[in-house]
């Protein structure tokens, strides 16, 4: 078994997906449907940890996990699927556990810390241990681009000041949601040598969907799971 880790662009978007209804065909890997896992993503801290009745949620009749912005499977050829555009994608991973996991982290997901929270269950729930974690931050909008109301980032600092962090920000109601997702998983114990961190801006790459800079309710998609 193997860990298969695709971090998307615009160039296979998720209401495509959703349009065909289709098996999903990642370079020469094909995924059933029915193996593929989607969140409701709900800004929410939720991580939700999978069973196999889990794999097609989102597809035909089977509804989308509710509420959560996280996935986590040891499922072998379950596949977990998270859609961004300006938030970020995390993928995590254990080779020795054999266990993948999914985050959807966007302001709220950040400011609420999804990634402590996935790191913990894979702790916990998955025996893994945080020196085997690996883990990769997707594209995502960048500070340059992302001004917020000044309540907005008082309530962003003050909840990160809460917890013990440093906010990571260079300018008064910028938000750098990249580099506070690293900080995050520094903090939690993944080693710095095991994250990877992609300083791709979606708003300004024009290979990627942007909230901000076009309005798209398209999205990009980021795919893990465990290939038998």
């Given amino acids: 078994m193997k860990v298969f880790k695709y971090i998307g662009d615009a160039s296979l978007d998720y209401r495509g997906i ?5 098996d999903l065909q990642i ?8 193996s593929l896992v989607i969140a409701e993503q709900t800004h929410s801290k939720l991580v939700h940890n999978c069973l196999p009745e889990d794999g097609g949620s989102g597809f035909a009749e089977h509804p989308q996990i509710k509420e959560a912005d996280g ?15 300006d938030c970020s994608p995390i993928l995590i991973w254990d080779e020795t556990q054999m266990v993948v996991c999914a985050l959807h982290s966007g302001r709220e997901g950040t400011r609420r810390n999804i990634a402590e929270q996935a790191i913990h269950q894979l702790i ?5 241990k945080v020196e085997n974690l690996k883990a990769v931050i997707g594209p995502g909008i ?3 681009h992302y001004e ?3 309540g907005i980032y008082e309530d962003f600092i003050t909840s990160m000041e809460r917890e013990g962090n440093q906010p990571v920000s260079g300018s008064y109601r910028h938000l750098a949601i990249q580099a506070t997702i690293r900080m995050q998983l520094l903090k939690a114990g993944i080693q710095a040598t095991e994250i990877e961190y992609r300083t791709v801006c979606t708003y ?4 990627h969907f942007s909230f901000r800079r076009d309005g798209t309710h398209n999205r990009q998609i980021n795919v893990i799971g465990i290939v038998l």
């Fill in 18 to 22: 959703m349009k065909r209804h289709s």
């Fill in 142 to 144: 960048c500070e340059d």
């Fill in 27 to 34: 370079g020469n890997l094909i995924i059933p449907r029915d």
């Fill in 148 to 150: 917020v109301s000044p």
């Fill in 124 to 128: 916990h729930d998955y025996s893994c």
């Fill in 71 to 85: 996935l986590i499977t040891n499922i072998p050829g379950q596949f977990l699927l998270i859609r961004t555009a």
């Fill in 204 to 207: 300004e790459s024009p290979v």
